[in-house]
């Protein structure tokens, strides 16, 4: 639905994927959006009177949003339920019931928290993963549709042409409920008693917060990264083996894979890989590791899984968070390296269904502290990792490579992406192609080289300045990536495997090839990889070890979610001196880009 372009402010807890994506979406639209973190009722009215929206909209809000403010303007709040449902735990309580359907509604603010009447509602069914996965896929499309509809209906209501009904009002099958915030007693696991599907349950509708508080070798811990084991088995509750980072537990009927667990006693407080986090107790267990890099069928755990078809590799990796140590980093490059010695002449390296790669495991090198071991050494041995994956990608001549991103990508993994001969991305993926939120880092992964071809130098050095999320069709259309397919996830895998079966049986691929060893061979006269790597890596250095503190101190944050105390400034441009003005877009509105 056309709309005239409005003043937006997005008021939200955080900035996170659910608020970046419906930024970018409506930021291409033509609106004129600002984003004020929920800090404070008086911060909030401030943003309100600096900027003068026509409507406040509110992906991811914890608190209400005061009277002072939806008295005076329209405040659409997105709501992770169906029309009826109420309370701050609705996709906990979905996952826990076993909901087959579910869905989002977009209420407008009143006195009651998600009474208000309702302006758009968007339904999905339901997929049993964690709450975070279906957050980041499902609830998302969900709400970016049904909030693009909202806000296409406001030119109407203004109007007087349309009118939001309460949900009372509404017709609406089956119809939601007001339901309390789920507590840790609601959460507990009882091993004992609970059988695998009851356990998953649990720890699904906690993760990725709050996680499902319990034990762990005596220790108080909080759960997440849950998967089903259908054929290992021990008595309930014995904590049966190790593979990986996921330690292996007995419920009554099987067990289940715990890939990350939070220590109460640790000195650094964070979510770690569970076999870091209980290191020298999951040393003293029975490893339980597979024969190989080849898929498992899905009765386990496996976070790097090789799949072939049509002349094509398919390589997944499934890290939590995206996040990219420097353990999973040496072994997906194993994994690469494994997969060229195959019959094949393409290899996909398809990520993970939520992300693709978030960089470097920024809760491993803080845990680092706790280790004896600093945080500078572990950044500069994750980066040295990334580094050799990214140069393994690069120098890889005998077949082609497609980096295939169906879920989000930030900092060192939007470049790393870029080391691979084609990049496609998921229509609805949002990128953040830049370091600078993590303390300035001047970011490796071959960026100065990858870059300055693709998009141009001024080009470059706008993706690297730019601070906000970027779209895949942006991505695209500034020449960053090669291709946005279809947006709905089966959609997209199926497209992938049929484009890269396309390359893998074209008559000219020999030729393709021999012209990718031609422009590797003349770059590396004109200026070898080394040099490249040598003068990123002499930047990341000071970043790590230098005087300037600065992205220690944003680490530090970032991993104990510290409370904003203020909104960044690329994201408020109503706290600029000039008021008004939003921060420029990667690349021209919708219609004009078409
Ligand atoms: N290392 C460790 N954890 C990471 C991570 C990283 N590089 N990137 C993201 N995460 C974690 C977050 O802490 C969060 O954890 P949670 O499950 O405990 O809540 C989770 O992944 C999701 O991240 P979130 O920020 O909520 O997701 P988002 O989609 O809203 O935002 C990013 C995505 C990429 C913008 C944001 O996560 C980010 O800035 N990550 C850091 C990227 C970075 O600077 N990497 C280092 C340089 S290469």
Same mark, same amino acid.
């Given at each position: 639905?056309?709309?005239?372009?409005?003043?937006?402010?997005?008021?939200?807890?955080?900035?996170?994927?659910?608020?970046?994506?419906?930024?970018?979406?409506?930021?291409?639209?033509?609106?004129?959006?600002?984003?004020?973190?929920?800090?404070?009722?008086?911060?909030?009215?401030?943003?309100?009177?600096?900027?003068?929206?026509?409507?406040?909209?509110?992906?991811?809000?914890?608190?209400?949003?005061?009277?002072?403010?939806?008295?005076?303007?329209?405040?659409?709040?997105?709501?992770?339920?169906?029309?009826?449902?109420?309370?701050?735990?609705?996709?906990?309580?979905?996952?826990?019931?076993?909901?087959?359907?579910?869905?989002?509604?977009?209420?407008?603010?009143?006195?009651?928290?998600?009474?208000?009447?309702?302006?758009?509602?968007?339904?999905?069914?339901?997929?049993p993963a964690a709450k975070a996965s279906l957050y980041r896929q499902e609830v998302t499309e969900a709400a970016c549709a049904a909030v693009l509809e909202a806000v296409g209906r406001f030119d109407e209501w203004r109007a007087g042409r349309w009118q939001s009904r309460l949900p009372g009002e509404m017709e609406a099958a089956p119809r939601g409920r007001l339901r309390p915030l789920m507590r840790q007693e609601d959460r507990a696991i009882h091993w004992q008693r609970d059988d695998t599907a009851t356990v998953l349950a649990k720890l699904r509708a906690a993760d990725g917060f709050p996680g499902v508080r319990d034990a762990l070798f005596g220790h108080a811990c909080h759960l997440y990264d849950a998967w089903p084991e259908e054929r290992l088995r021990g008595s309930p509750g014995e904590i049966i083996g190790r593979r990986e980072t996921a330690l292996l537990r007995a419920t009554t009927d099987g067990a289940v894979w715990i890939g990350h667990a939070k220590r109460a006693d640790a000195e650094?407080?964070?979510? /770690? +890989?569970?076999?870091?986090?209980? &290191? %020298?107790?999951? @040393?003293?267990?029975? $490893? /339980? +590791?597979?024969?190989?890099?080849? &898929? %498992?069928?899905? @009765?386990?755990?496996? $976070?790097?899984?090789?799949?072939?078809?049509?002349?094509?590799?398919?390589?997944?990796?499934?890290?939590?968070?995206?996040?990219?140590?420097?353990?999973?980093?040496?072994?997906?490059?194993?994994?690469?390296?494994?997969?060229?010695?195959?019959?094949?002449?393409?290899v996909v390296l398809a990520g993970g269904r939520d992300f693709w790669s978030n960089g470097i495991h920024l809760n491993l090198i803080e845990a680092a502290a706790d280790d004896a071991d600093s945080p500078a050494d572990a950044s500069w041995a994750n980066i040295n990792a990334m580094d050799d994956l990214a140069e393994a990608l690069l120098r890889c001549d005998d077949r082609l490579t497609v980096a295939a991103l169906g879920g989000n990508a930030g900092a060192g993994g939007c470049f790393l992406?870029?080391?691979?001969?084609?990049?496609?991305?998921?229509?609805?993926?949002?990128?953040?192609?830049?370091?600078?939120?993590?303390?300035?880092?001047?970011?490796?992964?071959?960026?100065?080289?990858?870059?300055?071809?693709?998009?141009?130098?001024?080009?470059a050095r706008r993706i690297m300045r730019n601070r906000l999320p970027m779209l895949a069709r942006e991505a695209v259309a500034c020449g960053f990536y090669d291709a946005c397919l279809a947006g709905e996830p089966v959609a997209f895998r199926v497209d992938v495997a049929r484009r890269s079966a396309e390359l893998a049986a074209a008559d000219d691929l020999p030729r393709r090839l021999q012209a990718k060893r031609a422009q590797r061979a003349a770059d590396e006269?004109?200026?070898?990889?080394?040099?490249?790597?040598?003068?990123?890596?002499?930047?990341?250095?000071?970043?790590?070890?230098?005087?300037?503190?600065?992205?220690?101190?944003?680490r530090w944050h970032f991993v104990r979610k510290s409370p904003h105390s203020w909104t960044p400034r690329h994201l408020a441009p109503h706290r600029e001196p000039r008021a008004g003005a939003t921060a420029a877009p990667t690349v021209p509105p919708l219609e004009a880009a078409a």
């Open positions: 639905m056309a709309v005239d372009p409005m003043r937006i402010l997005i008021l939200t807890h955080s900035f996170n994927s659910l608020a970046q994506r419906l930024h970018s979406e409506l930021r291409l639209r033509g609106h004129e959006l600002a984003v004020e973190l929920d800090i404070a009722d008086s911060v909030a009215e401030e943003a309100v009177a600096l900027f003068a929206p026509d409507l406040v909209l509110a992906p991811f809000l914890k608190r209400a949003i005061p009277e002072s403010i939806w008295s005076r303007l329209p405040c659409l709040v997105v709501h992770p339920g169906i029309i009826g449902d109420r309370g701050p735990s609705a996709l906990d309580w979905a996952i826990r019931d076993g909901e087959r359907d579910w869905g989002v509604t977009v209420l407008q603010a009143e006195a009651a928290m998600d009474a208000g009447p309702v302006w758009a509602q968007a339904r999905f069914p339901m997929r650094v407080a964070v979510k /770690l +890989p569970a076999t870091v986090a209980f &290191a %020298a107790e999951a @040393a003293a267990l029975p $490893d /339980l +590791p597979l024969p190989g890099w080849w &898929a %498992a069928d899905h @009765a386990t755990w496996q $976070d790097i899984r090789y799949e072939e078809a049509g002349g094509v590799g398919f390589l997944h990796f499934d890290f939590y968070n995206g996040a990219m140590g420097t353990a999973q980093c040496r072994r997906l490059q194993a994994a690469f390296e494994w997969a060229r010695t195959r019959p094949t002449r393409v992406a870029r080391a691979a001969d084609l990049v496609w991305v998921r229509n609805g993926v949002v990128l953040n192609p830049h370091y600078r939120n993590m303390g300035n880092l001047y970011g490796s992964e071959f960026w100065t080289y990858l870059l300055p071809p693709r998009v141009g130098a001024d080009g006269a004109a200026k070898p990889l080394a040099a490249w790597r040598a003068e990123e890596l002499a930047e990341m250095r000071r970043n790590f070890y230098g005087f300037d503190p600065s992205y220690h101190v944003a």
